[in-house]
């Protein structure tokens, strides 16, 4: 079972008219509201610092987009926790208003594919200085919109001494309550970076929750560190959850899997794949800023159709596609 990649890839590539995103646009949060897909997707230009903003682009049939400014809809605060990058946006929508966990850094991580791996910039700053800013870490933040032209920063919605991202919201509460995914990173719980939940009776009151360790990574294969990847989609089997895996050590690659959650209590696996369904094959897959990288950030579900957004080597956005019933078919088999 694999997703069927989209003719037209990469449907988005780095705009050279326009300096914020001259160099890179990937991992894009879309969703589909009114008949209209939303995108927002992460941009950089050839700057030494390497901010990362939001541009916006939209579409009728999911495949075909169009930027609708040359000018960013979101970025970086002037002198926030996340004024240094904002990147890989994950949209859900409560009542009129889209929320979107996005992650950031207090400044920008500079041109990190020619430091070693997983290393960033980190600032000139003293040993009382907050670990979030001494490691320049990566963190998450909640912003909202009903335009998506005009946001509202809400906050921090992970610990201030971790390294915590890939944080996606479900899209509907459950037994009354939010629910969240995300991936602590430096945790002595599990071996690798794995799914963790929470529960909350408020979107920005999750430190206070107590974690579950949904998932963790198979040791010795495609995925032994994972993370989630898209916002969690209702079935009538339960909740679709795509998320990536990546094997220890160096450049891997970035795949991607599925599992599926019971619909009332989500601490349930169900089922989960045990090949990838989508890796990095095609030429803007492997050659980028992260070579051999398919980073999944947005789905959506038209007529039937799972439609799955993702990032390409870190520098172009494609699409692949499956009927839903097909993948949940296939997962009840494995």
């Given at each position: 079972m694999k997703l069927l990649r989209y003719g037209g890839n990469p449907i988005l590539s780095p705009n050279p008219a326009n300096e914020w995103e001259n160099l890179v646009v990937c991992n894009p949060g879309v969703i589909l509201d009114?008949?209209?897909?939303?995108?927002?997707?992460?941009?950089?230009?050839?700057?030494?610092?390497?901010?990362?903003?939001?541009?916006?682009?939209?579409?009728?049939?999911?495949?075909?987009?169009?930027?609708?400014?040359?000018?960013?809809v979101f970025g970086p605060s002037a002198d926030g926790p996340?004024?240094?990058?904002?990147?890989?946006?994950?949209?859900?929508?409560?009542?009129?208003?889209?929320?979107?966990?996005?992650?950031?850094?207090?400044?920008?991580?500079?041109?990190?594919?020619?430091?070693?791996?997983?290393?960033?910039?980190?600032?000139d700053v003293d040993e009382f200085a907050p670990i979030a800013l001494r490691e320049n870490l990566g963190n998450t933040g909640l912003a909202c919109t009903r335009d998506f032209r005009n946001f509202r920063r809400l906050g921090r919605i992970t610990s201030a001494v971790q390294d915590d991202r890939d944080v996606i919201l479900f899209p509907q509460k459950i037994g009354g309550r939010f629910a969240m995914l995300h991936r602590p990173k430096q945790t002595s719980a599990t071996r690798f970076p794995s799914i963790w939940l929470k529960f909350s009776d408020d979107l920005l009151n999750w430190e206070s929750?107590?974690?579950?360790?949904?998932?963790?990574?198979?040791?010795g294969t495609k995925e032994e560190k994972i993370g989630g990847s898209t916002p969690p989609i209702l079935t009538d089997r339960g909740w679709l959850v795509l998320y990536h895996g990546v094997a220890d050590g160096g450049l891997a690659d970035y795949t991607v899997w599925a599992m599926l959650l019971d619909r009332d209590?989500?601490?349930?696996?169900?089922?989960?794949?045990?090949?990838?369904?989508?890796?990095?094959?095609?030429?803007?897959?492997?050659?980028?800023?992260?070579?051999?990288?398919?980073?999944?950030?947005?789905?959506?579900?038209?007529?039937?159709?799972?439609?799955?957004?993702?990032?390409?080597?870190?520098?172009?956005?494609?699409?692949?596609?499956?009927?839903v019933s097909e993948l949940l078919d296939f997962m009840d088999n494995q």
């Amino acid at each position: 079972m694999k997703l069927l990649r989209y003719g037209g890839n990469p449907i988005l590539s780095p705009n050279p008219a326009n300096e914020w995103e001259n160099l890179v646009v990937c991992n894009p949060g879309v969703i589909l509201d009114d008949g209209v897909f939303y995108m927002l997707y992460r941009a950089a230009g050839d700057d030494e610092k390497h901010v990362i903003r939001f541009g916006l682009a939209t579409s009728t049939d999911g495949f075909h987009f169009q930027r609708v400014s040359d000018r960013p809809v979101f970025g970086p605060s002037a002198d926030g926790p996340d004024s240094g990058c904002v990147e890989d946006a994950r949209i859900v929508k409560f009542g009129d208003t889209f929320y979107v966990t996005y992650a950031y850094r207090p400044m920008a991580p500079g041109r990190y594919w020619t430091f070693p791996h997983d290393m960033v910039l980190k600032p000139d700053v003293d040993e009382f200085a907050p670990i979030a800013l001494r490691e320049n870490l990566g963190n998450t933040g909640l912003a909202c919109t009903r335009d998506f032209r005009n946001f509202r920063r809400l906050g921090r919605i992970t610990s201030a001494v971790q390294d915590d991202r890939d944080v996606i919201l479900f899209p509907q509460k459950i037994g009354g309550r939010f629910a969240m995914l995300h991936r602590p990173k430096q945790t002595s719980a599990t071996r690798f970076p794995s799914i963790w939940l929470k529960f909350s009776d408020d979107l920005l009151n999750w430190e206070s929750a107590e974690d579950h360790l949904l998932i963790e990574g198979r040791p010795g294969t495609k995925e032994e560190k994972i993370g989630g990847s898209t916002p969690p989609i209702l079935t009538d089997r339960g909740w679709l959850v795509l998320y990536h895996g990546v094997a220890d050590g160096g450049l891997a690659d970035y795949t991607v899997w599925a599992m599926l959650l019971d619909r009332d209590n989500p601490l349930k696996v169900l089922a989960r794949t045990r090949e990838p369904i989508l890796e990095p094959e095609l030429p803007f897959e492997r050659e980028g800023f992260y070579p051999g990288c398919v980073f999944p950030t947005g789905n959506v579900v038209k007529d039937g159709i799972l439609y799955v957004y993702y990032g390409g080597a870190d520098r172009y956005v494609g699409v692949a596609t499956c009927p839903v019933s097909e993948l949940l078919d296939f997962m009840d088999n494995q």
